[in-house]
Antibody
Framework: EAQLVESGGGLIQPGGSLTLSCAAS????????MNWVRQTPGRGLEWVSI???????YYADSVKGRFTISRDNSRNTLFLHMNSLTAEDTAIYYC?????????????WGQGTLVTVS | DTQLTQSPSSLSASIGDRVTITCRAS??????LNWYQQKPGKAPKLLIY???SLQSGVPSRFSGSGSGTDFTLTISSLQPEDFATYFC?????????FGGGTKVDMK
C-alpha cells in the first residue's frame, strides 16, 4: 500500500528558507507524478508544484522562482525547497501522488506538515 | 487558469438524504474533473476521478457526472460518515486548481 509521510514544517521568520520532505513507501517516487498541495482556511486547497516521471517540474505562479521541487530516488523521497517565505506561504503542506503513474489525480496523500511564517 | 466554482458552499442534510453538489468550470475540460472528501484534521481523499469513475474502495452511493464545464457529485443516501467537506479539482491543465469546497453538515 502506498504511503507518504511529510516532515520539515515549523515556524520560520519572513524571508527565511525551509525544506519539506515526503518519504514514500510501497511505490517508487520516480515512477509517478508527485505533487505538493497546500491548504489554508482562507485560500482553500492550492496546488503548488509537480515533478513528473521524466523529471520535468512545474510551479504555481505564487511560488515560481522561490520554491523548488526535487526527488531523491535512492531515498525514495520528495522534497520542497522553499525560499523567501512570506506570511502568504503559511499553510498545511501535503505531498500527493497521482493515481496510476502519469495523471493529475491525487490518489494518495500524506498527513500534512504545517508551515507557519511569522 | 481554470477557475472552479462549487455550489452550494454549505448544506445541511439528514441521514438517508440524496445530496447533490455542483462544480462549474471557467473553461471546457472534457471529463478531467475529480472529487475529494475531507474530514477535519485529515488529508483529502479521492472519491471520483475522470468525472464519473469511482475510486477503488469508495462506496457506490457516491457518483459523479458531467462533462465540459458542468459537473455533479451525488451521494444517493447520506450516511453518518459522509458529513465532511467536498472539493472538486480539475486535472485538464496546469496549474491544477480546486473548487472552494462544500461543507455537508447535519440538519
Amino acid at each position: 500500500e502506498a504511503q507518504l509521510v511529510e516532515s520539515g514544517g515549523g515556524l520560520i521568520q519572513p524571508g527565511g528558507s525551509l525544506t519539506l520532505s515526503c518519504a514514500a513507501s510501497g511505490f517508487t517516487v520516480s515512477g509517478h507524478y508527485m505533487n505538493w498541495v497546500r491548504q489554508t482556511p482562507g485560500r482553500g486547497l492550492e496546488w503548488v508544484s509537480i515533478i513528473e516521471t521524466g523529471g520535468d517540474t512545474y510551479y504555481a505562479d505564487s511560488v515560481k522562482g522561490r520554491f523548488t521541487i526535487s526527488r531523491d530516488n535512492s531515498r525514495n523521497t520528495l522534497f520542497l525547497h522553499m525560499n523567501s517565505l512570506t506570511a502568504e506561504d503559511t499553510a498545511i503542506y501535503y505531498c500527493a501522488r497521482d493515481r496510476r503513474g502519469s495523471d493529475h489525480e491525487f490518489a494518495y496523500w500524506g498527513q500534512g506538515t504545517l508551515v507557519t511564517v511569522s | 487558469d481554470t477557475q472552479l466554482t462549487q455550489s452550494p458552499s454549505s448544506l445541511s442534510a439528514s441521514i438517508g438524504d440524496r445530496v447533490t453538489i455542483t462544480c462549474r468550470a471557467s473553461q471546457r475540460m472534457n471529463s478531467f474533473l475529480n472529487w475529494y472528501q475531507q474530514k477535519p484534521g485529515k488529508a483529502p481523499k479521492l472519491l471520483i476521478y475522470a468525472a464519473s469513475s469511482l475510486q477503488s474502495g469508495v462506496p457506490s452511493r457516491f457518483s459523479g457526472s458531467g462533462s465540459g464545464t458542468d459537473f455533479t457529485l451525488t451521494i444517493s443516501s447520506l450516511q453518518p460518515e459522509d458529513f465532511a467537506t467536498y472539493f472538486c479539482q480539475q486535472s485538464a491543465s496546469l496549474p491544477l486548481t480546486f473548487g472552494g469546497g462544500t461543507k455537508v453538515d447535519m440538519k
